[in-house]
């Protein structure tokens, strides 16, 4: 049981480049979410998806895409690499609601660098 | 607008010592959820603690506590005999609603506190 795995750890981009970044979880769960974490910024939703073939936008979407074809995959897109979008990158997933905490688990994250 | 403040930036306290991390929120919503995450200095992000708008008690989970007051909009985290290992960035968050749907269900954090223990 591997939990949430972010594909890849490390990347270095040069400004106007494209990637997609890849969340899986093998926990069955139907939540999925990108966050950025930016010194001093907390993390920040970027996208968000409720179950498969769904996503919606969340605090700062501008920039990127996302899809969810399968249920425990989780992409995460960038068409133009902007040095604005040199962050950390977190996926999480999280289980349907059960009447009781249902925290968000977290993948190791994706440390992205735009030159 | 639903909103985490932490104030604290950084934080210092001997090993051994009890340690208060504070958080306040804002929000409308009758139900929600407030939760705190650990994140040492490898980057991953660990869960801690939970408390619901309806419990009554403040959650334990082991050396933490949630120090729950809700007239104050008040969660703050509470770590006992503080360890070495302790020493990381704290993030509060909250979530709104009874479940997920729509963005119910979504975390928002607030920009953490970075706690070193001394020996």
């Known amino acids: 049981n591997a939990g949430v795995t972010q594909t890849p750890k490390f990347r270095v981009l040069k400004t106007g480049q494209s990637m997609t970044l890849l969340c899986a979880q093998d926990m069955n769960h139907e939540y999925m979410y990108w966050y950025r974490q930016d010194p001093g910024m907390g993390l920040r939703l970027i996208h968000y998806?409720?179950?498969?073939?769904?996503?919606a936008k969340g605090e700062v979407p501008d920039g990127y895409n996302v899809s969810r074809l399968k249920k425990q995959n989780f992409l995460l897109g960038l068409e133009s690499a902007a040095p604005s979008q040199t962050s950390v990158y977190f996926c999480?997933?999280?289980?349907?609601?059960?009447?009781?905490?249902?925290?968000?688990?977290f993948g190791p994250g994706t440390r992205l660098t735009v030159t | 607008a639903q909103k985490i403040t932490q104030t604290q930036p950084g934080m210092f306290v001997q090993e051994k010592e009890a340690v208060t991390l504070d958080c306040t929120y804002d929000t409308s919503d009758q139900s929600y959820g407030l939760f705190w995450y650990k994140q040492p200095s490898s980057g991953e992000m660990i869960f801690l603690i939970y408390?619901?708008?309806?419990?009554?008690q403040n959650a334990t989970e082991g050396r933490y506590s949630l120090n729950f007051q809700k007239a104050r909009k008040s969660a703050n985290l509470v770590i006992s005999a503080s360890q070495l290992g302790d020493s990381a960035m704290y993030f509060c968050a909250m979530r709104e609603g009874r479940g997920y749907g729509g963005s119910q269900g979504n975390l928002i954090f607030g920009k953490g506190t970075k706690l070193s223990v001394k020996p």
């Open positions: 999480a997933s999280a289980p349907r609601w059960r009447g009781s905490s249902y925290e968000q688990y």
């Open positions: 408390q619901g708008s309806y419990d009554e």
């Open positions: 998806s409720v179950g498969e073939g769904t996503t």
